[in-house]
């Protein structure tokens, strides 16, 4: 047996033999929850979760059984050293608090003979893919974890908690794909689904109830038949012309169904887009708008940068005039529409923002450079899903000192 390991766990029962006797509520956390659970053993730490009106007793009984505490610069945990070996007690893992429904979740065990509360599987694995990022994301080490805690976890639960992180959501499809873990709900044998575009990707699991589907989707008046919408986006096989246009494009029954139901205006679809489903509606004639449908500034370029037929722009051809989501389709679908719409949206055009769908609220995250267009990324959502809750929790990029009126001076206006 390895001395550090060793060490680790004589700290291990110290601490919460310590803190149980103290009735402090508290749970093993970390990845020796992982190896009380059946998983490899850590050799670098100890992890306890508290809450944090619970840290303040906690860190005074073990300094009184001869514990060195430690003030740490993060906000999100205190430190505790048992000789070298370190003990983190943290109360707000991933941005979360540890609260006492958490901490009642865990579950009595003996972990090398002695019995504590280990932190529930499915909290563990939340927790632990959510602290996945650019800088820290290593497969290697989570696939084992999965592996060897498969069986204990609501992975349905990890994928709704989790489906505003696209590492979660990479390690998730990689775990599904090796059949460690079971599909999503309704998702085929393999774990995944097409997209639109034929790519495959993981269903995230959330169960709410997908939009009805509207009698007549109201779009904006002012823009010339066949121009392009928000929510298309362009693309070499994009048809603008007269006629059933875009049958052609399409692959399967739906694409061939919606040109055939639409022979008087072109049934487009960007290629990049709705290949295959008929995501946009054809031009027909142009309803009146919705109230929460906006116009467009005369002179704008249109969502993706294509050009109406002939060159024509004028008012209504830009963001804004007619978003052409399809309300039927599934939360995750709506999801990934919206935010290819923000970063075509010349208001926003922020690629890096993440949108999540959940029980009729939309979510969107992430950081753009000035104010108006943090502002924007409501209006743009609020155009494309009339009806639906916007949550904007998108932050602002420190620029230095820019004048935001300088902001869209690069959008290039179509004569």
């Known amino acids: 047996m390895e001395d550090a390991p060793r060490g680790l766990r004589e700290s291990l029962k ?58 740490p610069p993060e906000d999100w945990l205190t430190k505790v050293f048992d000789g070298e070996v370190l003990v983190d007690l943290i109360h707000h893992p991933v941005g979360r608090a540890v609260t006492t429904q958490m901490l009642e979740r865990s579950s009595e ?13 499915t909290d563990w694995f939340e927790m632990t893919l959510l602290a996945l990022e650019e800088r820290y994301c290593d497969l290697a080490r989570v696939l084992p974890m999965i592996r060897a805690m498969r069986e204990q976890v609501d992975w349905d639960q990890v994928r709704r908690s989790t489906a505003a992180s696209p590492f979660a959501e990479a390690a998730l499809l990689v775990a599904t794909r090796l059949s460690l873990i079971p599909p999503a709900d309704g998702d085929a044998v393999s774990g995944v689904r097409r997209t639109p575009t034929g790519g495959n990707v993981p269903v995230t699991g959330r169960n709410v109830p997908m939009s009805p589907a509207p009698a007549a989707f109201p779009s904006s008046a002012g823009g010339a038949a066949g121009e392009p919408q928000v929510g298309q986006r362009a693309g070499p096989s994009t048809d603008v012309a007269g006629g059933a246009g875009g049958a052609g494009g399409a692959d399967d029954a739906a694409g061939a169904a919606l040109a055939e139901a639409d022979p008087s205006g072109p049934a487009r679809r960007g290629a990049a887009a709705c290949a295959g489903r008929g995501r946009v509606r054809g031009d027909g004639p142009r309803a009146s708008p919705g109230p929460a449908i906006g116009t467009a500034a005369a002179g704008r370029m249109p969502a993706g940068g294509a050009r109406a037929p002939g060159g024509a722009s004028g008012a209504g051809a830009g963001p804004g005039s007619g978003a052409c989501l399809d ?63 916007v949550r904007n929790e998108v932050t602002l990029i420190y620029r230095g000192a820019v004048d935001a009126d300088t902001e869209d001076l690069d959008v290039e206006t179509i004569p």
């Open 327 to 389: 309300l039927t389709e599934a939360d995750e679908y709506l999801a990934g529409d919206l935010h290819e719409l923000l970063a075509a949206d010349p208001r926003v055009a922020e690629l890096g923002l993440e949108v999540v769908l959940r029980e009729g609220c939309v979510l969107v995250v992430g950081e753009v450079a000035t104010d108006a267009r943090r502002q924007a990324v409501t209006e743009v959502v609020a155009e494309a899903l009339p009806g639906r809750a």
């Open 109 to 121: 065990m003996s972990v090398d003979s002695v019995r504590m509360p280990v932190l529930e599987a």
């Open 14 to 71: 110290r601490v919460a033999v310590t803190l149980k006797e103290a009735d402090i509520p508290f749970a093993l956390g970390g990845s020796y929850a992982c190896w009380a659970r059946g998983g490899p053993e850590p050799v670098h730490d100890v992890d306890f979760m508290l809450r944090e009106e619970d840290v303040p007793q906690a860190v005074a009984v073990l300094a009184a059984a001869g514990l060195r505490p430690v003030d």
